[in-house]
């Protein structure tokens, strides 16, 4: 039997980083299911999904945690195996607009109210290519209540588009794979 545990990393970026964290999965026979970095300002951040042997998962959390001495902080989770609750589908949202603070607030909370949960969340700010200014990117998938229809949802997320001034694309997933954002 296995146990998933999702972990955390922060840290100053530096080389071997994903080596250190490579290296303690590997001597407990983990096996790394997935992950998402970047170097952000500077700083090493990280979310990582391992499967862990059940007689080894406490001590692999506390080698992963006894990386404080290589200044990288490191917190554990265990992990739930149902990825998408009953009753739910998965649907990619795109969002692109001039950059300002309260973007990813004012959708947040709009998908809240109407029950939708952000399953993957990627965004980026980059230069404008026909101006001076800043672009504002995001790319998510939304686990969507059933009973919400996705006309229902486009009808509101377009309302909201129009009060942000931003552009907004929304497709259910329809292949039955895993989804996946394209970055």
Known sequence: MTTSLV???????????????SDAAQRFGANWVGSRMASLAGQFAGI???EVPDQNVESLAST????????????????????????????????????RPGIVHDLSD????????IEELHTEVVSAAMSA?????????LAVPEALRNDDLKRELEALATEM???IDLDAYADGGTPQLTT
């Not at 972990?7 to 964290?21: A, E, F, K, Q």
């Not at 709009?110 to 949960?117: D, P, T």
């Open 7 to 21: 972990m955390t990393v922060i840290g100053s970026d530096h080389p071997g980083i994903v080596n250190l964290l």
């Open 48 to 50: 990582v999904e391992l």
């Open 64 to 99: 992963l945690r006894g990386l404080v001495s290589s200044g990288l902080h490191v917190v554990i989770a265990m992990g739930d195996t149902n990825a998408l609750p009953a009753g739910q589908r998965i649907v990619r949202l795109e969002l692109v607009g001039n950059d």
């Open 110 to 117: 709009r998908l809240a109210r109407r029950g939708v949960s």
């Open 133 to 141: 200014g800043q672009l504002f990117k995001a790319k998510a998938l």
């Open 165 to 167: 001034m931003v552009d």
